[in-house]
Each structure stands twice: as C-alpha cells, then as structure tokens.
C-alpha cells in the first residue's frame, strides 16, 4: 500500500450520506493518488505522468467522466452530481487500494451505473439499491458482448461490495453480477471457425511472414519483421517484447550437454520475471532478429546514453561538434544539426516556427542562437526520460528497441539528436491492422497478399492465441502453457484455446496407434486387425466435442445422447491428461459425488423408496471418478493420454429401462429378453 495512501474508515453513527460526503471530501483533499495537483472537478484527468498508469510511448493516458450516453462524441457530456463525484472518489482511492494499468473497465462500470441511477428516478447516490445494480448490468450486456461483459460486470460488483461495506448506502446491499463468463467449448459450426479465425493469423499471413524476414531491407520492415519473428517464438505480449532489455539473451547448457537459448522476459501482469527458453528450430531465427534489432537501434541507445550523461546538452555527431562553440547556426547548420539526412530547404525553417526558436537577421542571413535550438531539441525526448519504463526501472539505454525519431516514418526525416520508444499502434500498422485506411503494411510493401487479393493483417496478440493453441493441440500440461504464456492463472488458457474439432479427433486418432498413451476400452484393440489402425481411427472416433471434465466422441449424426450428460458413467466419453482445469472439474465432482452417496445410504437406511438405485449409482461413480483421479495423477502416465472409461454396458438407458419394466410385469428373464431384443431380422425383413 502507498505511504501517500489514507484509509477510509466509515462511522457506524453516521448515516449512508454523511459517510459519502465524507469519502469524497477525503479522496478530493487528502489523497495524492494521480499527483496532489490533481484538479478533482475536470471531467477528463491526465494521469499520463503518474507511476501506475504510465504511458508506454507519446499517447497521454487520460480517464474522462463521461456519460455513456456521449463518451464517444468529440464534446462529451460529464455525469452530474452528486453522481459523479462518487466516482471521482471511487476511481482515485480504489487505485491506490487495487491499483490497474487500465482503468476503462473500472470507468465503464462507472458510466453504466450513473446511466441506471438516473433512469432509477433517485436523487442521490445512497439510494441505490439492488434494482439499480440490475439495471446497469442490463445495460452492461446489451452494450458489450463476451468477456468484455464479464470484466465489467466484476467491476459493477466491486462498486457494489464497496459501497455496502463502507456503509455509502441507506439499505444494505448485497449484489453479485449477474453476467457469466463466457465459456466457449463449443468447437464445431460457421460461429466458432468466425471466432477462431478472428483471433488467429491466417495462413497466407504464416506463409509471408518469414519471406518478409528475409527480404527486409528498409529500417522500419527489418524491426517489425524482426519483432514478428520473436512473437512466433513463445506467446508474449507486444509491451513484453517492447520492453526487452539490450542484453536479454541467455545461453546455458542443457543436461545433455546441448546449447539452450533464450530470453529474459519482464511478463506485464503481475507473473515473475523468467527466462523463456526458446525451442531449438526457432533459436536462431530469434537470435538472428535480435542481432538486426540490435544493430538498428544501437545509434538510438547511444544518443540515449549522451543525454543521461550530459542532460542539458544537445547531442551532436562528431562531425558537427564544432557547431558547439558557435552562439549564432544558418538555417543550413540547423537543418543538419536536427535531421540526419538532408531535409527539404525550407524544414530549418518551419522547425524553428513551430519550436518557438526565434530567427534572427544576421546581414543577409537568417540566424538562429545555438542555445534556443539546444532548448527546443532536448525538449523533444520522450516523457519520462531516461526512464522507458519507472515501474521497471528500465532506462532507454539499457532498451532493445528504441530508435531517433522518424526513423520508422517513411516520410518524415530522421532526427539526429532525439530519441522516441516503438509503439505497439506501430508494430499493428506495420502489421496490417489499418491497410484499410490507406496505411500501407510491411506485407503490402513487399508484395504480399491474402489469395483473394485482400491485405493481410495480423495483430500483434494473434501469435498469443496461435502459439497457445498449438501447445494445446500438441498436449502440453496446462501449467506449462501458463508458465510458457506468463500467466499466475491457469484458468486464463480458456481463453486461448482455439483447437478446433478435426485437431482434437486427430489427437485421439493418433494415440490409438500408440498402445503407451491409451487407456481403457481403445487400449484394448485386437492386435491383428484385417484393415491398419488409421482406417480403424477414422471409424472408431469422426466426431469430439468439450465437456466439463474431457470430451465426447460421440456421434450425434447417428443418434441423440442417450446418458442424459452423464459423461462419468459413458464409455463414449474420454480424458486428456495435462488439462489442469478439467482435472480439477474431475475432482471436485468425486466431492460432489462422494457426498451424494452418503446421502444415498442414509436414504436406504431410512428405508425411502428407490434410494437403493441411487446409492448403487453414486457408489459406481465414486468408484469411476476414483479410478480416473488416480490415472490423472500417476506421474507414470504420460501427458498427453487418452483415458476412456472400460466396463460401462452399451445398452442405452431406454432400452434398459423398458427391460426393467418388462421384467417387473411379466418376470421373464433380462438376459432372454436381451436377447430377443437384438435377435437379427430373417431375409424376409421381419422379426421371427
């Protein structure tokens, strides 16, 4: 917690409107979160210079008080009071108690409440209720779509918690968002192929993108095909990779006397710093982008390196450093004292005009002083200087990727003397993300196209989602994703999982060829079958689908489920091992199931009709459940293995219940009735 930070601490006396004034005069006076020259009553703070929201390049962060109504119109419309007050006071002490790096979520839920409590008919804050939560998660899902939904529909819940426990409402409330998260398993049909190819590269992307790291020539195509080339080696975020230390390559030796390499990693939310060791068919790709990264930013680190040295001077290169001791420069010393390569003739000029420098006639020359061209240029660093990043404490300096200013810009000149970060709107644009706005695209610039003629885009977060799939379909454990991706929850792999039906039945298909990674009824194979194991795959398994604890091949062409989603008790329902949150689902349903069973026994001790069936049931799926955690958690088991139930009848539920029921009526035996019920047809099609 910050030492600036004041804790509010309500009064039990006090009633729900004393303790707001009181909150917000606090959080108005008394708080130094977003500086203590904070002015409170702008609709819109610039928190562009503060530690925890810190800007990553020249975009200023800003948190505008909006309504919902106008946030995105060129004069928005700010909430009114007392409304937005609140959440003023909301926003500035819940960043110093749960500080975030984006507050639009926090500010979205913001704008959907004050939307309710308007529509609401109250007066004043206090008077929200239950009913006015309900409204704005309403309004929250009809506005947003998916996970974004979800992020914001916590925070509403947040506001809501906060509120009751500091008593800043008449009644009290207690409110749970009533927004799901979204839980994508289904893997089949045109929404998930939209879904999945929304979130990945395409393959003429795939296909163009190593062509274009090795046709680069221009500065800018050699970065940004050398920063793509990184993002395809692991799953990292564009920041991680923005903020790459000069020296971040590692080498080591493996156990096997084998050169390893890989990257120093800073991950972006709240995961420990890391190696990332990079796999061996991508090391010296990366290594080799590295190398080009490094050599066309190494003048920019330089510069960089001048500044912290000698802040208050303007950085000349050796040729110029005559020009130091003259008190008066020609617009011809400026222009080459500013651009690194020779600008057009009238660019001194307009520099000075727009920098504030003052010209001077001196005989028939215009002159400017060396010292206001000094003062304008140094003004020019990037905020924040010499620091890239405070919360790292990463300087320009020590920073892979940084480089003079315009150096990327295909039109602009190239300063000489001032530096600037790369941005990820950069990398994006380089990428083809706005080739539709007329922004032309590393890919267009080389000659690259989708088939039909399109511009290929890619976003820098597509390689995330493509990498984790890949690990995915290749069985990697779920905590080795997590690891690999930076993540402190496995639970967020969800997320990124876009393997697609056809690779989930092709990984089953595969392990029946392999005897080590079956277990149950495909485990037990004839060993001489008259057609080869594939043929065999393709029969045995054509469809899967997700399930809460593995999946179902079952085929829904040819009939319903006939277990009711009684996945446990189905021999057409298997489990991969290595998928940590389905395993959990394994275990606590052998918690569920275990309890329903002493419940089952206490009923047939009590003598409750029917309670026996149940009790045998539960004690078959306490046992199955049992078997399977077992497998799971065998370290002998390979990750990566099939486990499909064994011992589970065939029969559908229906036909043998009509058997129970038949036997119940006419005591004939099941077994002769089984058989009558599968007795073949005669050649006259009719039973016999």
């Known amino acids: 917690m910050p030492d600036s930070l004041v804790v509010f601490i309500p009064r039990a006396e006090r009633d729900a409107a004393e303790n707001l004034r009181e909150f917000i005069a606090m959080s108005r006076s008394n708080l130094t979160i977003f500086g203590a020259g904070l002015r409170f009553d702008d609709m819109a703070w610039d928190v562009t210079d503060t530690t925890q929201l810190k800007a990553h390049g020249k975009n200023r962060v800003r948190i505008c008080f909006s309504t919902q109504e106008t946030v995105n119109d060129v004069l928005p419309t700010q909430m009114s009071e007392p409304f937005v007050s609140f959440a003023k006071a909301y926003v ?12 639009a979520f926090r500010v979205t839920a913001l704008r959907a409440l004050d939307a309710a409590f308007r529509m609401s008919g109250h007066l004043i804050p206090v008077m929200m209720d239950g009913d006015t939560f309900n409204r704005a998660a309403r309004i929250i899902a009809e506005r947003l779509s998916g996970s974004t939904a979800y ?34 398993t289904v893997r089949v049909g045109q929404e998930f192929d939209k879904r999945r190819n929304a979130k990945m590269p395409s393959q003429a992307a795939l296909e163009a993108l190593p062509k274009t790291f ?47 390499y890989g990257l120093r990693w800073q991950p972006a939310k709240r995961a420990d710093p890391m190696v990332k060791w990079i796999i061996p068919s991508m090391a010296p790709v990366v ?71 003052l010209l001077e006639k001196k005989g028939r020359k215009v002159c400017v002083r060396f010292a206001d061209v000094e003062r304008a240029a140094i003004a020019l660093l ?22 003079r200013r315009n150096e990327l810009h295909s039109a602009k000149g190239t300063f000489g003397g001032v530096i600037e970060p790369v941005t990820t709107n950069q990398v994006n644009t380089a990428l083809g993300t706005r080739s539709e706005h007329g922004f032309e695209s590393m890919f267009g610039r080389l000659g690259f196209k989708e088939p039909d003629g399109s511009h290929i885009r890619v976003s820098t977060h597509q390689f995330r989602h493509y990498l984790n799939t890949l690990a995915q379909a290749g069985g990697m454990s779920q905590l080795d994703i997590a690891k690999w991706s930076g993540r402190v929850d496995v639970r967020q792999n969800e997320v990124y999982d876009h393997v697609s039906a056809d690779q989930m039945v092709a990984k089953f298909r595969e392990s029946i060829g392999d005897e080590s990674h079956m277990f149950g009824p495909l485990a037990k194979l004839p060993k001489n079958i008259p057609i080869s194991r594939d043929e065999f795959a393709r029969l045995k398994i054509p469809t899967a689908h997700t399930t809460d604890f593995g999946f179902c091949v079952h085929d829904y062409s040819m009939m319903p489920c006939d277990r009711h989603a009684d996945c446990v008790n189905c021999y057409e329902h298997v489990c991969v091992k290595g998928d940590e949150g389905k395993t959990l689902m394994v275990k606590r349903r052998l918690q569920e ?21 149940w009790m045998e049931h539960h004690k078959k799926t306490v046992l199955r459940l049992t078997q399977l955690i077992e497998i799971l958690d065998n370290p002998a088991v390979p990750v990566g293995s099939v486990i499909q139930l064994t011992d589970v009848p065939v029969v559908s539920w229906g036909i043998e219940q009509a058997l129970e029921d038949r036997v119940a009526i006419d ?22």
């Not at 790459?244 to 096997?256: A, F, I, P, Q």
Request: aromatic share 8%; proline share 6%; charged share 25%.
């Open 92 to 103: 500035r002490y819940m960043q110093g108690m749960r500080p975030t790096k984006n507050p």
């Open 214 to 260: 090795y046709l680069a020539t221009q500065p800018n195509d050699v970065l940004f095909s050398s920063i793509a080339a990184i993002l395809c080696s692991a799953p990292d975020r564009i920041n991680e990779v923005l903020l790459l230390t000069e020296n971040c390559e590692v080498y080591d030796k493996t156990s096997g006397g084998k050169d390893a």
């Open 382 to 403: 990037p905020a924040g200087f010499p620091l890239l990043n405070a919360e790292m404490g990463l300087k320009f300096s020590e920073a892979l990727i940084v480089v």
């Open 593 to 613: 199931a275990q309890e329903l069973l002493a419940h089952a026994e206490a009923a047939t001790l009590k003598g409750y009709y029917g309670a026996d069936r």
């Open 151 to 184: 992020r914001v529909g916590a925070q509403l819940e947040l506001i809501a918690k906060f509120m009751s426990e500091h008593r800043l409402t008449a009644i009290p409330l207690s409110w749970r968002s009533p927004i799901n998260r979204p839980i994508d």
């Open 287 to 357: 290594a080799e982008a590295i190398a080009k990264i490094r050599h066309l930013t190494q003048a920019a680190r330089r510069i960089a390196q001048w500044y912290e040295l000698n802040s208050e001077k303007l950085y000349l290169p050796q040729h110029l450093e005559y020009l130091r001791s003259q008190e008066f420069l020609t617009l011809d010393e400026v222009q080459q004292v500013i651009l690194l390569d020779e600008g057009a003739p009238s660019f001194a000029r307009l520099w000075c005009t727009a920098n504030h420098v």
């Open 667 to 688: 005591g004939r035996s099941p077994i002769k009735l089984l058989d009558i019920a599968s007795r073949r047809r005669p050649k006259g099609g009719k039973h016999d």
